[in-house]
Nanobody
Framework: QVQLVESGGGLVQAGGSLRLSCAASGLTFSTYAVGWFRQAPGKEREFVAAINWSGSSTGYADSVRGRFSISRDNAKNTVYLQMNSLKPEDTAVYYC????????????????WGQGTQVTVSS
């Protein structure tokens, strides 16, 4: 079965950096687009970043553009989210999601989701 496992979350001070990883199994990873979403307490899940199957196309939410960078290593079945200049408002559970299409989407139209990893940014 398809599994997505996030890792790399933790507690960091404002201005710091973290790199999240999303390891996939049970699918032909190189044919899937992958997105990162986040959900803060009391808020709806929101789009953060996404990448197409080859890594040639990426998208970002306005709130993270210029600070976050998404990439993938298809040989390792892994997608990364490099998060720099973190702010307290970036605090949330971060989820990766995959869909069996070449292109990514801003919406929640991803059938496969991981369990999430907590990111906490202190001020």
């Amino acid at each position: 079965q398809v599994q997505l496992v996030e890792s790399g979350g933790g507690l960091v001070q404002a201005g710091g950096s973290l790199r999240l990883s999303c390891a996939a199994s049970g699918l032909t990873f190189s044919t899937y687009a992958v997105g990162w979403f986040r959900q803060a307490p009391g808020k709806e899940r929101e789009f953060v970043a996404a990448i197409n199957w080859s890594g040639s196309s990426t998208g970002y939410a306005d709130s993270v553009r210029g600070r976050f960078s998404i990439s993938r290593d298809n040989a390792k079945n892994t997608v990364y989210l490099q998060m720099n200049s973190l702010k307290p408002e970036d605090t949330a559970v971060y989820y990766c999601a995959a869909r069996g299409m070449a292109s990514w989407s801003y919406s929640n139209q991803y059938p496969y989701w991981g369990q999430g990893t907590q990111v906490t940014v202190s001020s």
